[in-house]
Nanobody
Framework: QVQLVESGGGLVQAGGSLRLSCAAS????????MGWFRQAPAKEREFVAA????????NYADSVKGRFAISRDNAQKTVYLQMNSLKPEDTAVYYC???????????????WGQGTQVTVSS
Protein backbone atom coordinates (compact mmCIF):
# COMPACT_ATOMS: atom_id res chain seq x y z
CA GLN A 1 0.00 0.00 0.00
CA VAL A 2 1.31 3.43 -0.94
CA GLN A 3 -0.11 6.95 -0.95
CA LEU A 4 1.20 9.54 -3.40
CA VAL A 5 1.12 13.35 -3.31
CA GLU A 6 2.41 15.46 -6.21
CA SER A 7 3.77 18.97 -5.91
CA GLY A 8 5.80 21.48 -7.90
CA GLY A 9 3.38 22.41 -10.66
CA GLY A 10 2.77 25.98 -11.69
CA LEU A 11 2.73 28.53 -14.48
CA VAL A 12 5.89 28.95 -16.55
CA GLN A 13 6.86 30.51 -19.85
CA ALA A 14 7.77 28.40 -22.84
CA GLY A 15 11.40 27.36 -22.59
CA GLY A 16 11.34 27.35 -18.82
CA SER A 17 11.76 24.51 -16.36
CA LEU A 18 9.90 22.90 -13.51
CA ARG A 19 10.65 19.99 -11.22
CA LEU A 20 7.70 17.95 -10.05
CA SER A 21 7.93 15.89 -6.89
CA CYS A 22 5.87 12.93 -5.79
CA ALA A 23 6.09 12.09 -2.11
CA ALA A 24 5.08 8.61 -1.07
CA SER A 25 4.01 7.17 2.23
CA UNK A 26 4.02 3.52 3.13
CA UNK A 27 6.62 0.83 3.55
CA UNK A 28 6.57 -0.60 0.02
CA UNK A 29 7.70 2.41 -2.05
CA UNK A 30 11.03 0.92 -3.09
CA UNK A 31 9.34 -2.18 -4.51
CA UNK A 32 7.20 -0.23 -7.01
CA UNK A 33 7.92 1.01 -10.46
CA MET A 34 6.94 4.67 -10.68
CA GLY A 35 5.41 6.57 -13.54
CA TRP A 36 4.36 10.05 -14.55
CA PHE A 37 1.28 10.62 -16.68
CA ARG A 38 -0.44 13.77 -17.84
CA GLN A 39 -3.90 14.72 -18.94
CA ALA A 40 -4.83 17.82 -20.90
CA PRO A 41 -8.41 19.03 -21.39
CA ALA A 42 -10.38 16.84 -23.79
CA LYS A 43 -7.52 14.35 -24.03
CA GLU A 44 -6.86 10.93 -22.59
CA ARG A 45 -4.39 10.50 -19.77
CA GLU A 46 -1.08 9.81 -21.49
CA PHE A 47 2.21 8.29 -20.49
CA VAL A 48 5.12 10.64 -19.84
CA ALA A 49 7.88 8.71 -18.10
CA ALA A 50 8.52 5.67 -15.93
CA UNK A 51 11.33 4.33 -13.81
CA UNK A 52 12.08 0.85 -12.52
CA UNK A 53 12.04 0.22 -8.77
CA UNK A 54 15.84 0.16 -8.74
CA UNK A 55 16.16 3.33 -10.81
CA UNK A 56 18.40 1.52 -13.29
CA UNK A 57 15.96 1.64 -16.21
CA UNK A 58 13.74 4.47 -17.37
CA ASN A 59 11.41 5.09 -20.30
CA TYR A 60 10.01 8.26 -21.86
CA ALA A 61 7.30 9.25 -24.26
CA ASP A 62 8.68 10.42 -27.59
CA SER A 63 7.22 13.87 -27.01
CA VAL A 64 9.39 14.49 -23.93
CA LYS A 65 12.60 12.64 -24.76
CA GLY A 66 15.62 14.85 -24.30
CA ARG A 67 13.64 17.39 -22.28
CA PHE A 68 12.28 15.53 -19.25
CA ALA A 69 14.10 13.32 -16.77
CA ILE A 70 12.60 10.98 -14.20
CA SER A 71 14.49 10.02 -11.07
CA ARG A 72 13.76 8.54 -7.69
CA ASP A 73 15.16 8.58 -4.19
CA ASN A 74 13.98 5.46 -2.44
CA ALA A 75 15.44 6.54 0.88
CA GLN A 76 13.32 9.70 0.75
CA LYS A 77 10.36 7.88 -0.84
CA THR A 78 10.21 10.49 -3.57
CA VAL A 79 10.10 10.42 -7.36
CA TYR A 80 10.89 13.47 -9.47
CA LEU A 81 10.16 14.70 -12.94
CA GLN A 82 12.59 17.35 -14.13
CA MET A 83 11.00 19.21 -17.03
CA ASN A 84 13.17 21.43 -19.20
CA SER A 85 12.51 23.36 -22.40
CA LEU A 86 8.82 23.36 -21.65
CA LYS A 87 6.36 23.88 -24.48
CA PRO A 88 2.74 25.04 -24.42
CA GLU A 89 1.70 21.53 -25.46
CA ASP A 90 3.12 20.26 -22.17
CA THR A 91 0.26 21.98 -20.37
CA ALA A 92 -1.68 19.36 -18.43
CA VAL A 93 -2.40 17.94 -15.03
CA TYR A 94 0.52 15.68 -14.15
CA TYR A 95 -0.07 12.54 -12.12
CA CYS A 96 2.33 10.34 -10.24
CA UNK A 97 1.60 6.62 -10.20
CA UNK A 98 2.96 3.45 -8.62
CA UNK A 99 2.72 -0.02 -10.09
CA UNK A 100 4.17 -3.49 -10.09
CA UNK A 101 6.04 -2.97 -13.35
CA UNK A 102 7.39 -0.20 -15.54
CA UNK A 103 4.52 0.09 -17.98
CA UNK A 104 3.29 2.81 -20.31
CA UNK A 105 -0.45 2.40 -19.77
CA UNK A 106 -2.60 3.64 -16.91
CA UNK A 107 -3.86 0.12 -16.28
CA UNK A 108 -0.35 -0.94 -15.31
CA UNK A 109 -0.40 1.25 -12.20
CA UNK A 110 -2.29 0.59 -9.00
CA UNK A 111 -1.87 3.84 -7.05
CA TRP A 112 -2.26 7.44 -8.15
CA GLY A 113 -1.69 10.87 -6.73
CA GLN A 114 -4.17 13.73 -6.96
CA GLY A 115 -2.32 15.52 -9.74
CA THR A 116 -0.56 18.86 -10.06
CA GLN A 117 -1.30 21.46 -12.74
CA VAL A 118 1.45 22.51 -15.13
CA THR A 119 0.67 25.44 -17.42
CA VAL A 120 3.14 26.62 -20.04
CA SER A 121 2.44 29.98 -21.65
CA SER A 122 3.48 31.01 -25.14
Amino acid sequence: QVQLVESGGGLVQAGGSLRLSCAASGRAFSSYAMGWFRQAPAKEREFVAAIRWSGSISNYADSVKGRFAISRDNAQKTVYLQMNSLKPEDTAVYYCAAGNGMGTTTQRYSYWGQGTQVTVSS
